[in-house]
């Protein structure tokens, strides 16, 4: 089983207008509402493929009754921890042109007794798990070392660690030293503590962070595709082109693509195919987070994965 933290679940909303202009009234054409925030996410695409996964995190109020009935419809196993406050509503405003303007609430606030139950739940959860997925941001009320601990409790369990955050929690998080990570460029270079010149220095960078206990790291380079530090050895991977309808949720698919592959016991080459078919599957549904697995299977040949290094 996979196992996906969300601590700061969300109702991803989905609106389609024509144009958004601001300061004016914009009447929306079509909108989507389903249970999202990144680690959920990962959990409908994971479930998609077929492959068991339980998503957990807090969620509470009404928007989180929404979100675990949503889950509940979609097939996906659930055990939240409740908590007092209310879930967030994350907004993605999609143009006719296809450009997004996402809207990001900050959250509930968590308390002590609430952290404490999440560290229970999550040590009986990650002993049934090959995979443990944490993944987006932190409430408020959580320290930045809290990533940290939730996976030195899965750790210890025995679980493969997947941690996708940013800025400080993902610097935090890493002293735990996660199986995953895929942070961006800005993040790498804070973490050589100097600034990355080209593709070479960023392959550089990452086979020396791989010398730190980080197994594996993938960064985005946009239309680039992707490069991957895994165990020393590095590698380019080129997305297939397509029409991109809605990209949000792209990496939440990648993740869980890998999740998918690591589970599964496919070799890195595998794993990096499978997580780039589905990112790129993902931005071919108007909805955030979600592919069609015949998207996923037909792209997997049109990936290219080369060995540089
Ligand atoms: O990756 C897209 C997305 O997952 C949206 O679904 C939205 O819920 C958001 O990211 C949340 O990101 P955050 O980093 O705030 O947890």
Redesign the pocket.
Known sequence: MIVTV?????I?KTYHLPALAAGQVSRVDRVYAEP??????VARVVALQGVPVLATGFAGGSNGDFIERGLTRQGIAHDFVKIEGES?I?L?IMDQDGVST?L?E??PTIAGQEMEAMREKLAQLAARAKVVAF????PAGVPKSFYAELIGIAQKQGAVVFLD??GEALIRGAEAKPYFIKPNEDEVAQWLGHSIEDENALKQGLLRLNETGLPCISVSMGAQGSLTAFHGACYRVRAPKVDAVNA?????AYVAGMAVGTAQGLPVEECLRLATASGTANTLTAR??YVEPEDVKRLLDEVVVERIG
């Open positions: 969300t601590l700061n679940a969300a991803d999202g925030g990144k680690g959920i996410n967030r994350c993605n996402e990001l900050p959250g993944s987006g941001s932190l955050t940013s949000v949720g792209s990496g939440d955030a987070g």
